[in-house]
């Protein structure tokens, strides 16, 4: 929309000013021109500027000076620093200091459309973010999960509902779900959120250390057992017990933690004290208990214990709607732990991430956008950062021909950027007539997703 685009030109020569604003006029935008630093300030006390083009070298006050007014005053407003070749490290230190880019002179009018296209692309997406990240302070967090979709709607209500009985509750999920943050989502609404949540990944132990992890153990029980130790039951006194991967308990021990369920009482291994406890369980599984019963290798009164109130988190992939809330609150959280600044994920890599089906869910999202953020060195996540999620394509027979094998390069690089002219044009070092004449003389088209 470049007529609603407003630029404003800072340079003290008046044929840079008027160059640049009859190119950008051209391409439609509205622009205005100052003289020096005094008038520009005067101009953005009445009308909001979309865009500056900002000469760094001006008489009376510098455009470095003018650059640390308006990222203060107006910090939603992109600075373009305009350069000579002997000035660079100066536009370089600028762009530290909130610059969006550089100009070097002399201009050449493709270079300068093509930046302010990708800085109101910028903006435009940004701004998209910014709404984002309102919409998810409001309405798409509960405690630490975060999903705009009518699943996690649903998901958010069902916790508050069952937040305050004190029924057993069974999550059902794929790895990487959350179900661990929805059993700390229930604590924590709870009346029980004072006291201990106590986790425990039935999973993780064999089985004879399983046991004593749960149930404890007194001084001498076994070999090892130099003093005492209260188990997890202990533990969990007043507050939550959350069993995660249940669905691996031993049978023997199924039938001792039934005992526990129904009669809150226990003895420590090696003990003869009784011991009274007073918990909420919780408990987890990827696993199909039902299929685990008709094999016997899940006890059904141990499942009916459980299972009291049930809850199912939907895998990422059939929710994708909250890929875009989910990907930017953990750029949010990785930028800030890296101490790096940067400000969103680019369309093309958010087409990416929407298109991936994540067989590890959440957790395996989180995990892209850490390490896209470590290894990213602009100020926005794009398409390379997300390449590794790209399934590699079929091998076909190699050609040796220079047609064939551009026009294939042409084809996965428009495919890479979602047919992006701008931003291919971009990768590919060439201008924008350059490749759709090339799109033209090849006859490609893109392929409608299914």
């Known amino acids: 929309m470049p007529e609603k685009i407003h630029i404003l030109v800072v340079d003290d020569e008046l044929v840079i000013r008027e160059s640049l604003k009859g190119w950008l006029q051209k391409s439609g935008y509205r ?182 992890e749960l149930f404890g153990y007194e001084r001498g029980a076994f070999t090892g057992a130099v003093k005492a130790k209260k188990g997890r039951l202990e533990l969990a006194n007043g507050g939550t017990l959350f069993l995660d991967e249940v669905g691996t308990v031993p049978l023997k021990m199924q039938v001792d933690l039934l005992r526990v369920l129904e009669d809150k009482t226990f003895h420590r291994l090696g003990g003869t004290e009784e011991i009274t406890v007073d918990f909420r369980v919780i408990a987890a599984t990827n696993r199909n208990l039902q299929e685990a019963i008709a094999k016997g290798d899940f006890r059904q009164d141990f499942f009916y214990r459980l299972n009291v109130i049930s809850i199912h988190i939907p895998p990422l992939r059939e929710r994708r709607d909250d890929i875009p809330l989910l990907a930017h609150h953990f750029l949010e959280r990785y930028s800030h732990e890296t101490n790096k600044h940067i400000d969103t994920i680019s369309r093309e890599a958010m087409a990416i991430l929407k298109r991936y089906d994540w067989p590890g869910n959440v957790r395996e999202l989180e995990n892209a956008i850490e390490r896209a953020v470590v290894i990213c060195k602009k100020r926005v996540l794009g398409a390379e950062e997300f390449s590794f999620l790209i399934p590699a394509k079929p091998t076909t027979e190699r050609t040796y021909s220079l047609k064939e094998s551009e026009i294939a390069h042409l084809r996965s690089v428009l495919e890479d950027f979602g047919w992006n002219i701008t931003r291919a044009a971009e990768a590919l070092q060439i201008n924008r007539v350059t490749l759709h004449k090339k799109i033209k003389r090849y006859g490609l088209r893109q392929e409608r997703q299914g």
Request: proline share 3%.
């Open 31 to 212: 622009v205005d021109t100052a003289e020096s630093g005094s008038v520009a300030f005067k101009m953005l006390e009445e009308r909001v500027y979309d865009l500056l083009f900002l000469d760094i070298m001006m008489p009376t006050i510098s455009g470095l000076e003018v650059l640390e007014v308006v990222k203060e005053r107006y910090p939603d407003t992109m600075v373009v620093m305009i350069t000579a070749y002997g000035s660079v490290d100066t536009a370089v230190q600028a762009m530290k200091t909130g610059a969006s880019d550089y100009l070097m002179k002399p201009f050449n009018p493709d270079q300068l459309t093509l930046l302010t296209e990708k800085l109101m692309q910028q903006r435009k997406i940004i701004e998209e973010n910014r709404f984002l990240r309102e919409q998810m302070a409001e309405t798409v967090r509960f405690e630490n999960l975060v999903g705009c979709s009518k699943a996690m709607q649903n998901l958010f209500e069902t916790i508050r509902d069952v937040a305050g009985s004190e029924a057993a509750v069974l999550i059902t999920g794929e790895t990487g779900t959350g179900k661990e943050v929805v059993a700390k989502a229930i604590h924590a609404k709870s009346q029980r959120c004072h006291a201990p949540f106590i986790a425990l990944n039935c999973g993780g132990f064999p089985e004879h250390l399983l046991e004593s």
